[in-house]
């Protein structure tokens, strides 16, 4: 309940606030919530994100500032993982299997995909490392293909995006540029 | 190869590789194969061969011996690789067939080799990609993002003051007193008391017909008390227990 008028902020203010909102944020937030809850306009925002992404970059700290799966994150930077991990207690996360990764390749630059056009591609049967995938949350089903059979068609999730660190699916780098060739 | 989808790898460790120190003793070093196009890409680099002119016969042998290595080892054959298998075999003899002489020209004979190639290709570039997602991971676990915020949310126990506490409490009192009290009384009866009725049943009559005995008693516990008081009578007293027929009454007699 805002009763007194609303003060106009000042560019450094608003950068300070978008940080504290993506600091707190569990999710990479997006231009569009940090705009709603700023209740400035996106091109303000992305002018404080800009400013803000300096900052960090200049200050060479612990933290990084990265745009995710369509959002922006404070994270650790890589450097000092060993460090954070000892503290965590943690371990890096069981890998996934070469089969797996195969088929999550397949279906990242084909999606939506089907079985049958993984099998295709890997000549071997996939519904295990799919079921891994699902487990993971890497992929999503996106609902039956109009073709014989209607085979569920499968897609990255949001997840994906987080866990491989990607801004969206653009960058990903184009499958021609693995054309080398078998010496 | 199914069963092999849980293990993690390590691109650079986990090659496989034959060990040909003589032609005849090949040892193998198992590694894990994404599938028979894996496996055909794996020979076909161990045999320095050129993807576009892939030596068929050589390489159906090597694929064969794999296969059967496999099979040696007890690996579950899965399917897809017989069927690689099948394909090769079908091009090694499509290709030991005489060309057809009514094609034109060169172009036009079509290679039986192709439809293989192209999959291969296509497999090799989705394979760069998977090596290409590896890294991407490997980097990603390196980064680290802040703990959990307690909020209310993501916290089951959500802040509750003493005013919150007390007006649980009351409503338990409340539902507290709408129960029914219900008392059980335990009857006790003791091993001894027990040992003086029946002592006293069986001088009377002389004689106690077990199954009547038991059948007076209501619970459990009598039961049990009852039981335990007639063995023990037996054993110290002159009382023997008898049975005239297979299944029929069991009489406490006096001797």
């Known amino acids: ?67 995710i799966a369509g959002g922006w994150q404070i994270s650790t930077r890589t450097e000092f993982h060993d460090e954070v991990r000892k503290f965590l207690k943690t371990r890096p996360n069981a890998k996934l299997s070469l089969a797996a990764l195969e088929t999550l390749a397949v279906i990242a630059y084909k999606q ?38 209607r085979p569920m068609q499968y897609g990255t999730s949001k997840d994906f995006l987080i866990q491989f660190g990607l801004r969206d699916l653009s960058e990903l780098p184009s499958i021609e540029d693995f054309e080398d060739l078998v010496q | 190869m199914e069963q092999a989808e849980q293990l993690s790898f390590d691109f650079d460790k986990v090659q496989p590789h034959f060990n040909t120190e003589s032609p005849d003793d090949i040892k193998l070093t198992l ?80 290679d039986p080799r192709q439809e293989l190639i192209d999959r291969l290709l296509e497999h090799q570039k989705f394979k760069n990609a998977a090596e290409m997602l590896y890294e991407r991971v490997t980097i990603e676990q390196a980064v680290f993002r802040r703990g959990q915020i307690e909020t209310d949310a993501n916290n089951t126990e959500t802040n509750a003051n ?64 009852a039981f335990i008081a007639v063995l023990e009578i037996v054993r110290t007293e002159s009382v023997k227990l008898t049975q005239s027929a297979t299944f029929g009454a069991i009489v406490l007699r006096k001797i």
């Not at chain 1, 504290?20 to 992305?46: G, Q, S």
């Open chain 2, 162 to 225: 003493v005013f919150d506490l007390l007006t649980v409490f009351q409503k338990i009192l409340a539902r507290h007193k709408e129960e029914v009290q219900l008392e059980i009384h335990r009857e006790e009866i003791s091993l001894a008391e027990m040992l003086k009725t029946l002592r006293k049943r069986i001088f009377e009559a002389k004689e106690l017909n077990l199954l009547q005995f038991f059948a007076e008693l209501h619970t459990r516990r009598e039961l049990v008390t």
């Open chain 2, 31 to 110: 590694g894990e194969f994404s599938g028979p196009l894996d496996l055909l890409l794996f020979l076909i680099k161990q045999e320095r061969a050129n993807i576009f002119d892939i030596p068929v016969a050589k390489i159906t042998d090597e694929y064969l011996k794999y296969i059967r290595l496999m099979k040696s080892l007890d690996i579950a054959l899965a399917a897809d690789f017989i069927v690689m298998a099948a394909t090769l075999i079908e091009i090694k003899s499509k290709m030991l067939l005489p060309r057809e002489i009514l094609a034109e020209s060169e172009d036009e004979i079509e």
């Open chain 1, 1 to 67: 309940m805002e009763i007194e008028e609303k003060q106009p902020r000042s560019i450094s203010e608003i950068v300070s606030i978008v940080e504290a909102l993506i600091f707190v944020a569990d999710e990479p937030i997006t231009v569009k919530l940090l705009a709603e809850v700023l209740e400035e306009d996106k091109e303000t925002v992305e002018a404080a994100i800009a400013e803000l992404s300096g900052e960090y970059d200049r200050r060479e700290g612990g933290l990084q500032l990265r745009e």
């Open chain 1, 112 to 149: 939506p995909a089907t079985i049958p056009e993984i099998l295709a591609i890997r000549g071997v049967q996939s519904a295990s490392a799919i079921k891994t995938l699902l487990d993971k949350k890497l992929i999503v089903a996106k609902g039956r293909k109009e073709t014989v059979g």
